[in-house]
T-cell receptor, first 117, second 114 residues
Framework: AQTVTQSQPEMSVQEAETVTLSCTYD???????LFWYKQPPSRQMILVIR??????QNATENRFSVNFQKAAKSFSLKISDSQLGDAAMYFC??????????????FGKGTKLTVNP | GAVVSQHPSRVICKSGTSVKIECRSL??????MFWYRQFPKQSLMLMAT?????????EQGVEKDKFLINHASLTLSTLTVTSAHPEDSSFYIC??????????FGPGTRLLVL
């Protein structure tokens, strides 16, 4: 079974600085999807970024980018120019492809990010 | 972007009563919807996967007779907590899968059973 590990229960960053959240996963599949979701205090889960495993290029969305290392099974999230509104729980998630894989999202335990003014 | 709504956002009920939570995909059709439960300061726990027009697939340990799921249309899935008890108090979140494998989440429903 696939597992997702977020080794940092909590992180903090100064406003305008850069922070990197770690995520590793374990799978025997060659094709899959990886996601970062953000859950602010409102508890609404918000998609931050997604990565298809077959793509070598790292996904970026404005201030958010990932460092996807397929061989190392690592999928870290970098937040640049951190803003107060970035404070939230961040969940890394894995999903296999439908053919032979699972429809389910496998979540890590989350990293609580605090942004200090 | 894809929008998913949930209703109600919070509900308080007496022990022994049943509560229905609705999950709607507002601007897309979702053949698959998912129901999660989240305890305080924990990650999301998948309860069941719901496919339109067919029976839901429940995760191990989830009582299907207690948590009834109906996915009658491509935009609506419902979760009914039957004979609710205080231990069922939790935060319930639904998600809907659009194309390209991405799940979009509803805002959640906070259930308190007295």
């Amino acid at each position: 079974a696939q597992t997702v590990t977020q080794s940092q229960p909590e992180m903090s960053v100064q406003e305008a600085e850069t922070v990197t959240l770690s995520c590793t996963y374990d799978t025997s599949e060659s094709d899959y999807y990886l996601f970062w979701y953000k859950q602010p205090p409102s508890r609404q889960m918000i998609l931050v970024i997604r990565q298809e495993a077959y793509k070598q290029q790292n996904a970026t969305e404005n201030r958010f980018s990932v460092n996807f290392q397929k061989a190392a099974k690592s999928f870290s999230l970098k937040i640049s120019d951190s803003q107060l509104g970035d404070a939230a729980m961040y969940f890394c998630a894995y999903k296999g492809v439908p053919q032979g894989g699972s429809e389910k999202l496998v979540f890590g335990k989350g990293t609580k990010l605090t942004v200090n003014p | 972007g894809a929008v998913v709504s949930q209703h109600p956002s919070r509900v308080i009920c007496k022990s022994g009563t049943s509560v229905k939570i609705e999950c709607r995909s507002l601007d897309f059709q979702a053949t698959t919807m998912f129901w999660y439960r989240q305890f305080p300061k924990q990650s999301l726990m998948l309860m069941a996967t719901s496919n339109e027009g067919s029976k839901a697939t429940y995760e191990q340990g989830v009582e299907k007779d207690k948590f009834l799921i109906n996915h009658a249309s491509l935009t609506l899935s419902t979760l009914t907590v039957t004979s609710a008890h205080p231990e069922d108090s939790s935060f319930y979140i639904c998600s809907a899968r659009q194309v390209q494998e991405t799940q979009y989440f509803g805002p959640g429903t906070r259930l308190l059973v007295l």
